[in-house]
């Protein structure tokens, strides 16, 4: 591996270590789960397969599966509502991506997947992305499949031990995934990325998926 990408690797390794400060050792030693450092190695070698199918229930409780996706750019970012802060952020920064690239951002969809499905009910969903661009969907679903899609995702989720005032946290990593209109997996964006570092990232996708 050439040094340049070594260093990234330990960027993204640090950038994820600082979102896990209620990292849980205990949930972590269970040997049943990918740990987060063995999911995040497979995300950025690229260990195949990342992505795939997915049969989820939308905000507005209609069952949704990713070939509905077919045909867009589709940005995906997986959180819980509950989230204090990286959650919102991120969904902040893509928002705001997409409301700068206005109608060119037209086959750009948007998707956010909850790792909290016990919470995160559809109208729970609902109200939680109002806030956010008109035109995020979000998704839930029985557990299994959550665990199922954010494992094709290489995401790793698990409940922390610690209960705040709002209830439990959940540490989870927090890429940005982009998926091809051919509903093929394309790249990672880091966490914490400018609205402008996501608008270049889909230009430069758009660009490339432009065409029949
Ligand atoms: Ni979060």
């Not at 880091?190 to 609205?195: I, N, V």
Request: proline residues 9%; charged residues 20%.
């Amino acid at each position: 591996m050439p040094k340049g990408c070594r260093h990234l690797l330990r960027s993204w390794l640090a950038a994820t270590s600082i979102l896990f400060g209620a990292f849980s050792p205990a949930l972590a030693a269970d040997s049943a789960e990918p740990s987060a450092a063995a999911l995040i190695e497979a995300l950025v070698t690229r260990v195949p397969p990342i992505g795939g199918p997915f049969n989820l229930i939308d905000h507005t409780g209609r069952r949704r599966t990713d070939v509905d996706f077919h045909g867009k750019l589709v940005v995906i970012y997986f959180g819980y509502t509950h989230c204090p802060d990286v959650c919102p952020t991120e969904l902040q920064t893509i928002s705001l991506a997409l409301d700068a690239l206005g109608t060119a951002a037209d086959p750009v969809q948007p998707l956010f997947i909850t790792v909290d499905p016990e919470r995160d009910t559809p109208s729970v969903l609902a109200d939680y992305i109002s806030s956010f661009h008109a035109r995020l969907v979000a998704l839930t679903g029985p557990a299994p499949q959550i665990r199922r899609v954010a494992l094709a995702y290489k995401v790793f989720f698990a409940k922390s031990a610690v209960v705040g005032p709002d209830g439990y946290a959940i540490d989870h990593t927090s890429f940005i995934y982009l998926v091809g209109k051919d509903g093929r997996y394309i790249d990672f964006l880091p966490p914490g990325l400018t609205p402008e570092r996501i608008i270049e990232a889909l230009r430069l996708h758009l660009d490339r998926q432009s065409g029949p």
